[in-house]
């Protein structure tokens, strides 16, 4: 498993929307969009309640994510990520990183998910594999 370099722990750590790309079971791409954050070396994002992309990871846990960054590359391109791995799902605590994730893509006043009593949800993390896309990661 390679090391996440610093230029793209940035971009996982900002408030770029990751696309979560899973295999549906005829074979075809999943495209979802998730708020992303980090967890020792593993991306992880939250979900709440059940989704066509858990049902797949479950099944085929290979996904890609791709984060477009903030930077223009030395060829004029804007830098972006992409990240290919393999994801597990833990049951719970779909709330509590939702409110983390929360303070990065809505602000530090945000009370999210906006409800009392939230289901525990789940929490995916992705142990990276490959780097790729446009950046100094990519070298």
Not at 66 to 86: D, N, Q, R
Not at 100 to 120: C, I, N, Q, S, T
Request: with cysteine; hydrophobic share 40%.
């Amino acid at each position: 498993m390679p090391e996440i370099p610093d230029e793209a722990r940035a971009i996982l750590e900002g408030d770029a929307l990751a696309h979560v790309v899973t295999v549906n079971d005829d074979g075809s791409p999943q495209v979802s969009c998730v708020w992303v954050g980090l967890e020792d070396d593993e991306i992880v994002f939250a979900s709440l309640g059940p989704r066509r992309k858990l049902d797949n990871i479950r099944r085929d846990p290979r996904v890609t994510l791709s984060v477009e960054g903030t930077k223009m590359s030395g060829i004029g391109l804007k830098e972006y990520l992409v990240l290919h791995g393999h994801a597990r799902i833990v049951e719970g605590g779909g709330p509590e990183l939702l409110q983390r994730l929360a303070h990065v893509y809505l602000g530090p006043e945000v009370k999210f998910p906006p409800m009392d009593d939230p289901p525990p949800g789940v929490v995916v993390h992705i142990a990276v594999e490959r780097l790729g896309g446009v950046g100094p990661w990519a070298a």
